[in-house]
Every structure is written in C-alpha cells, then in structure tokens.
C-alpha cells in the first residue's frame, strides 16, 4: 500500500487544496444523496410492482439506514486502513449498482438485499469517508466544514426530485432506476479519484498540546471558536473545550458522553427519518398530494424545499455551532423543529403550510449530521475520528426502524397519523431539553478532568 493510498500519510495543507478537497468531498456527497432522500417517491410504486403493503416496503428503507450506519465502524478502520479514494469509489459503484439490481428484481426480498444492504454499504462508506475526511482538513471551523459536507447529501437530492418524479410518470420504475443507477456509480466513481487526505501537520494529531493547522508556510493554533460568554457561564478558559486526548473507539464507548449522545442522535434521527420515509404517504392522506401550488405538484415541490433546507441547515448551524456552542444550537435547532411539526400537524390540510412547513422542519433536523460529528470530535478528538463516528452514525439506525417500519405498523393500528407525530414531536423537545441541561454540564465535566 502506497503513502498516497493511505488515509493517513498524504502531504497536504494548502488553503487552496483545503478548499478543493472540500467542493469535491460535498459532490460525493451529492452524488449518493437520492437513496435516502428520494425513497418516498418510489414506495407507491413499488408496492404496486411487487404487491405488498405500505409496512412491508418501508422495511427496505429501515435496512438502508441499518446497514449504512451498522457496518460504519467497520468502514471508519477499512478508510484508515486503505485509503479514501478506493473505498469511495466501491462505496459509489454499491451505492448506483444498488438501484440498477432493484430495477431488475420481482422480489421483495431481492429489493432488501438491492437497495437497502447494498445501498447501504455503499452510502455509507461515501459518508463516513467524506466527513471524516473533512474533520481533518478543517480543525479551526470543523461545525462549518462538516456541515458543508453533510449539505451535500441533504440537498443533493434537491437535484434530482423532479426529474426522478417525472421520469417516474413517463418510462416507469424500473427505467428510473436504471438510468439514475448509473448516473451515480458514474459521476462517483470519477469525482473520488480528486480527493487526498492530509498528513498530522493538517489534522492536530501529531501536536499532544493542542491541535494544529499548517496554512501554507505558517502553523497556527486552533481553538474552539464558541463564544466567551459560553467559556465564562461554564468557568473555563478557551483551551478548556478542546480534546486533550485522542480516544480509541474502546475508551469513548466506555463514557457516559458517548452514550447520551448515542441517545438524543437516536431520538432525533427518529423524527426526521419518519418525515422522509413518510411524507408522501402522509401527504395523500391529508389530502394535499393531489393539490397544484405555484404550478407544481405539492409532493416534488415540498420534496425539494426540504432539500434545500435539508441542506442549508448543516453549514448553518454548523457555523452558529462555532460561534455559541454546539449545546446551544442543538437546543435551538431541535426546539425549532418541534414547533413547526406541531404547526405542521394542527394545520395538515392546508397545502401551502403543509409545503412550508415540511421545510422548516428539515431546517430544525438536518444540522444533527453537522453538529453531532463536530461535538464528537471536539470532545474525543480526531486520530479516530471516522471509526468513532461509526459507532456513534449506528443511532441512526435505530431511528430508521423506530421512523420508518414501525411509524407505519402505529399508523395502521390506530389508522391516523396523530399519535405518530405527537410521538416524534416528544422527541424533538426531550432532546433539546437534554442538550441545554444535560449534555451541555456532561461535556464540560468529562474535559475538565483530562
């Protein structure tokens, strides 16, 4: 294995490189976006195609998430060990093969293996791989550079919403993902043979003192840019919030931290996978997906709002996160969201709310990939960064199956939506509360005694 293979070994720094590295990891991004965020279009008709129910396809998008956020350990050690533009091109061509073969099955179990375990090895290698890469490159603004990234795969999808819809409408299913299985090994395979990774010097793993960051011929000090009020509420001095300590996998899962951040991203990931799994479902039974808004059909149309807040909100809050604390943005975020699913769902049958709110509740959601990330490195450093994230990316997971199979099994038990969004709403608002009171004094306390 060469030094330039190596996720580890690659000479690099330059402001200018920084920036290239950045554009090209936010286009992988983008590129394997539409399995997640487009799922909702396709589950009518593949329900249609294979002849099951509403429950039974939602399973394939719980196994899409289970297995890109089950096996993201795994995938963390493979891109240290061999390298990121060889993963990110397999993890790629799993991601476009994935819909080319569920274009091809007549099964439901060979829709299971298509597109929800091999699309789900393959995003999640692209994802894992990309914002690993960008915690490395970007130590001094790494709530903005993983926001960014995270964008990517939010509102990628934006790009394609419309054209898969139409598609859809007039060559059918299996054309549709075809033709866009394609495109995406494609355009994947090509952009990841641009990206490097950078050596210590980049990264502040090799300064025991605090991190560094080589800016062409200077090396400067980076610290946690969250603001002094912040610093003076929790009694501590600018270096007090940085990682002091590179922790292996072994020794975070063994702190409480880890654990309650495993929770609230689990929670949050709940109530926004429910929302992209289930709102043209929702959409039908509020009696909007008929309804024409601005000359658009309400369903694309909301879809690519949401992708577009979905991803304006990761480097938003990524860089308030910066600035005020990741705590306090979470606390902000999460509560914003709350509110608007509880207007969303008091005002369901109006289609212009319907529409404007779904985006202002993927405006509160999407930054949890931005701020998550960015706190776990903060607090457990970044010489592990993508194998930690791994274990911490499994939440999701478990917010796939509670947000998609089983949101659907209580909708068909109690035959309304109602208790599902006062469930998801519940969470949204607990986890707030838990940011601001208990993860906020929680950190603290674990940074206080390294």
Known sequence: MSSEQSFKNVSTGTPLLRTFQLIIAVLCMM????????????????????????????????????????????????????????????????SGGSWILSGWTDSLWGLYLAYGVLGGIGTGIVYLGCVALMVRYFPDRRGFAVGMVASGYGMGAM????????????????????????????????????????????????????????????????????SEKYREEMGLSERGLEAKKQFTPRQMLATPLFWLMFIMFALMATSGLMVTSQLATFAHDFGIASVTIFGMSAIPLALTLDRLCNGATRPLFGWISDHIGRENTMALAFGMEGVAMTIWLALMHHPVIFVLMSGVVFLGWGEIFSLFPSLLTDVFGTRHAATNYGFLYIAQGIGSILGGPLAAILYSMEHSWIPVFVLTISCDFFTALLALFVLKRLRVRVLQRL
């Open 31 to 94: 590129t394997i976006s539409s399995p997640q965020y487009v799922w909702t279009l396709f589950t009518t008709p593949l329900g249609h195609k294979l002849g099951y129910g509403l429950a039974s396809i939602q399973v394939t998008f719980s196994l899409l998430i289970i297995i890109q956020t089950l096996f993201s350990p795994l995938q963390g050690w493979l891109l240290e060990r061999f390298g990121i533009r060889v993963l990110i091109s397999i993890g790629c061509l799993l």
């Open 159 to 226: 790009l394609t919403t419309l054209p898969i819809s139409h598609l859809l409408h007039t060559h059918g299913l299996d054309a549709t993902l075809m033709v866009f299985g394609v495109f995406m090994a494609a355009i994947g395979i090509v952009l990841a043979q641009f990206l490097r990774v950078p050596n210590g010097a980049a990264t502040g793993i090799a300064d025991p003192e605090g991190s560094t960051e080589f800016h062409g011929t200077k090396t400067t000090k980076v610290i946690h840019k969250e």
